[in-house]
Structure formats: structure tokens, C-alpha cells
């Protein structure tokens, strides 16, 4: 079976920092990119950051930027995103997903065809 899974979240206070992971199982990670997403209740999903395949080239959303990394380690089937520094708006289910496409813009959630069942990740003081 084709799934992700993703772990991690939880409650934090502001400027914590937290890893959530993306296990891959039913295929093999190193041939697709992943990208994770978050969403918060009654708003658009939101691209988070990228990363490739082949050279491991990576994206960021901009608020992320300077905050978060992501990558990855194939051996382990697994996909980091390491955050920072995290604010109350970063407040989200956390989705990380598997990338089919290649024409449109990585965080276009049209790209990606396997998605895991999401991991909170609340910011509170």
C-alpha cells in the first residue's frame, strides 16, 4: 500500500522548535519529490517546502524561509522538516506529499498524488 505517514507534532510555545518526519512506505522514496503542506481550518492549503529527487534542490514558502528546513534521508524512506524559531501563526495540520508532476509550481497541490493524514502542530504561550 502507497502511503505516507506523518509524525511530530505537537503543542509548543513560541520561538520552539519542532522535526516532523514523513515516512514513505509501498514505494521507494529517492525517485520522487516531496513537498509539505499545512492548512489551517477554514483556510486555502498552504505550500510549505520542497524538496527534489535527484539533487535534492529545495523550496521554501516565504514565511518559512530562514526557519525551516526540510530534507531528506532515502536509505530511511523518510523526509525531515526541521522548524525554528516557530510563531503562533505557524499554527497548523502539518501534510507532507508525494510529487507526480512536473509543469506547475511545487506548492500547486495539482503536482502531487499521495498525501499523509496530517500531523498538528500547535503554537501557544
Known amino acids: 500500500q502507497v502511503q505516507l505517514v506523518e509524525s511530530g507534532g505537537g503543542l509548543v510555545q513560541p520561538g520552539d522548535s519542532l522535526r516532523l518526519s514523513c515516512v514513505a512506505s509501498g514505494f521507494t522514496l529517492t525517485y520522487f519529490a516531496i513537498a509539505w503542506f499545512r492548512q489551517v481550518p477554514g483556510k486555502e492549503r498552504e505550500g510549505v517546502s520542497f524538496?527534489?529527487?535527484?539533487?535534492?534542490?529545495?523550496a521554501y514558502g516565504d514565511s518559512m524561509k530562514g526557519r525551516f528546513t526540510i530534507s531528506r534521508d532515502n536509505a530511511k524512506n523518510t523526509v525531515y522538516l526541521k522548524m525554528n524559531n516557530l510563531k503562533p501563526e505557524d499554527a497548523a495540520i502539518y501534510y507532507c506529499a508525494r510529487r507526480i508532476g512536473h509543469t506547475g509550481s511545487w506548492y500547486s497541490e495539482l503536482e502531487y498524488d499521495v498525501w499523509g493524514q496530517g500531523t498538528q502542530v500547535t503554537v501557544s504561550s
Open positions: 524538496i527534489s529527487s535527484v539533487d535534492g534542490r529545495t
